[in-house]
């Protein structure tokens, strides 16, 4: 369904129950999509109504009936179903809005993407087609006007109406393999800025565009494969694009006349308001064409930023999980070395005991992990010499890395920092963030909603451990704010269950550019937010 499809004259529904229909966000031959408000508090969504004439649209029972289907799947990448509304066009499906528009919208504005967006876009896609694919369900038309970006730049897969419950009709043997061919070729449309052209007359996309990463091009190719078993499955194909080159924030800045909302960010909106210090809003505006006639609270929305970043623990540096960081791609079994099978399907359900051929967590008092979940005492000392020259954390006190968070350094508190925020993820203990970040700031907000999933499935992280190999220097800025640049590594860990059982494993991420905006308390230094170094 793609973005300002409207052909003719198309009337808005009238909404029951305290919602008003504003504007056509896309037109399809089944159903049109309007932008609708709630009453009661001004809350956006998106309304999926028939396009059909008033005789021929379903009936509320049949639509409740879509709706209770489709409501048990649930990815960060997939677009989440609310309810369902009365209009006088017939009954509509209430569905989370997407603000940043289609990625049709994006390319007919841009014409192609920079490999590190097409990153973020076909990780984020896969992850949530490896997801379906495990549930036996395919979704049947991915196309760029069914991909759909939130204000924060994650990307979406709408659309699933149109899904196949595999084995439940004459659905095609190859229908998993046809969803990774049609993701393939939005890739090529992404890098190349042309529709895919018949086997035949396609040339192999590195000598067709030389000057994307060669992994890139390679994993886009295999996905096109005419042969659908020599295709990659969606999580393969995920992981070999993720490993291709690093991924960056989508830039959704396409002027006035393209933006489906009026709210959708800039990639430079966060530096554009003030909130990071002064001397990266300088970097980040130098040479480049800002956005005109923008105000401080224009990209204000619901408080997320693209640019925003997790350092670590369940995201490990890319944060579709939570769609807050400039990293919008990945939920984290899509990062490389998950285990076969794992990528892009739910954990299975635990019937109370251990998982089959999972080792038990030691006890307390034997756990590797004990000493960096708590501190180790006042006794132990910092590790060896990492190969970047940087001392590892892992094994250093508590109070230690507290007397490092209070000193006059900030770079030295980033690292301690960045060691504490790890412990508190392994443990899953809120009350930890307390002396990492400043209270109600976005670190802290989206730190705590982090944990909170650990909570709620009741897992831990087991061996998650993140080093800042090189940091700084230090760019003071406004209210007392100081803007560290850093280099953040993390380990390989385990997500565990609270038997010991294993629920999957996450391979290492060698390195990943931030920006830590801290702030100097009485405590010590606290994180108030973590951004995207600017381009």
Request: with cysteine.
């Amino acid at each position: 369904m793609e973005a300002n499809g409207q052909v003719g004259v198309v009337h808005p529904p009238a909404v029951d129950e305290g919602y008003r229909a504003e504007r056509l966000l896309g037109s399809g031959r089944a159903s049109r999509v309007w932008a609708v408000v709630r009453n009661s508090d001004g809350a956006r969504f998106a309304l999926k109504v028939p396009a059909a004439s008033p005789g021929g649209h379903g009936t509320t029972f049949e639509t409740r009936r879509e709706l209770n289907i489709l409501s048990r799947f649930e990815h960060e990448n997939l677009m989440h179903l609310s309810t369902v509304l009365e209009t006088d066009q017939g009954p509509g499906l209430l569905m989370e809005l997407a603000p940043g528009g289609s990625l049709g919208r994006v390319l007919r504005a841009r014409g192609t993407l920079q490999p590190g967006e097409a990153v973020t876009v076909l990780v984020g896609i896969a992850s949530v087609l490896a997801y379906l694919h495990g549930l036996n369900v395919c979704h049947g038309d991915v196309s760029p006007g069914n991909i759909l970006f939130t204000a924060s730049g994650k990307p979406l897969l709408g659309d699933l109406g149109t899904a196949a419950l595999l084995g439940s009709g004459p659905a095609p043997a190859a229908a998993e393999e046809d969803d990774v061919l049609a993701l393939a070729a939005v890739g090529w449309l992404i890098v190349t800025g042309r529709a895919l052209p018949p086997a035949e007359r396609r040339l192999p996309l590195a000598v067709l565009v030389p000057e994307i990463p060669a992994a890139l091009a390679e994993a886009i190719d295999a996905g096109l494969e005419e042969e659908p078993k020599r295709r990659p499955d969606a999580a393969e194909f995920a992981r070999r694009v993720f490993e291709s080159t690093p991924a960056q924030p989508l830039d959704l800045a396409l002027g006035d006349a393209s933006a489906p909302l009026d709210q959708a960010p800039t990639r430079r909106s966060r530096l554009d308001q003030g909130r990071a210090p002064a001397g990266l809003r300088r970097r980040a505006g130098r040479g480049k064409n800002r956005r005109p006639g923008g105000s401080p609270g224009e990209h204000e929305g619901s408080g997320r930023s693209r640019n925003r970043m997790l350092l670590g623990a369940a995201a490990v540096l890319v944060a579709a999980t939570m769609g807050l960081g400039a990293v919008a791609v990945a939920a984290p079994e899509m990062l490389p070395g998950a285990e076969p099978g794992e990528p892009g399907t739910p954990p299975p359900a635990s019937d109370g005991g251990q998982s089959p051929g999972a080792q038990p967590l030691p006890p307390p008092d034997q756990a590797k992990d004990a000493d960096t979940v708590r501190g180790a005492g006042d006794g132990a000392v910092p590790g060896s010499p990492e190969p970047s020259g940087q001392v590892s954390l892992a094994r250093t006190s508590g109070s230690e890395l507290e007397l490092m968070v209070s000193s006059s350094d900030p770079v030295q508190a980033a690292r301690a920092l960045a060691e504490l925020r790890a412990r508190a993820f392994t443990a899953a203990d809120a009350d930890l963030l307390t002396g990492i970040n400043t209270p109600r700031s976005p670190a802290m907000q989206a730190d705590q909603a982090e944990i909170s999933k650990l909570e709620a499935a009741e897992t831990v992280l087991s061996g998650l451990a993140v080093e800042v190999v090189s940091a700084g220097p230090a760019v003071p800025g406004q209210d007392g704010r100081v803007s560290v640049r850093a280099a953040v590594s993390t380990s390989a860990y385990a997500e565990r269950d609270a038997r010991g059982g294993m629920v999957r494993n996450v391979a290492a991420v060698s390195s990943q550019d931030v920006v830590l905006v801290m702030v100097r308390t009485a405590d010590g230094w606290r994180i108030e937010d973590i951004l995207a170094p600017p381009a």
